[in-house]
């Protein structure tokens, strides 16, 4: 499961796929997390973040 946080939305990545990220330059910077299991993705600052799956489909972090 990968959360994108500020913006609270979620996506699952089966097995042995994989994601791009692309954040935007920000103060503090943008961070990666583990924690129990789930992939913690969270853009600070006023940016958006891109995220692509292993296809090259682009992922909505807000979850639409």
């Given amino acids: 499961m990968v959360h994108f946080e500020i913006i609270g ?7 042995g ?5 692309e954040f935007a ?6 961070s990666v997390h583990l ?3 789930a992939l913690i993705l969270t853009q ?3 940016g958006f ?3 692509w799956d292993s296809t090259g489909r682009e992922i909505d972090p807000g979850g639409e």
């Fill in 9 to 15: 939305g979620q996506c699952l990545i089966p097995p």
């Fill in 35 to 37: 924690r129990g299991g």
């Fill in 25 to 30: 330059e920000s103060d503090p910077p943008s």
């Fill in 49 to 51: 973040m891109r995220v």
């Fill in 44 to 46: 600070e600052g006023f």
């Fill in 17 to 21: 796929d994989w994601i791009d990220v």
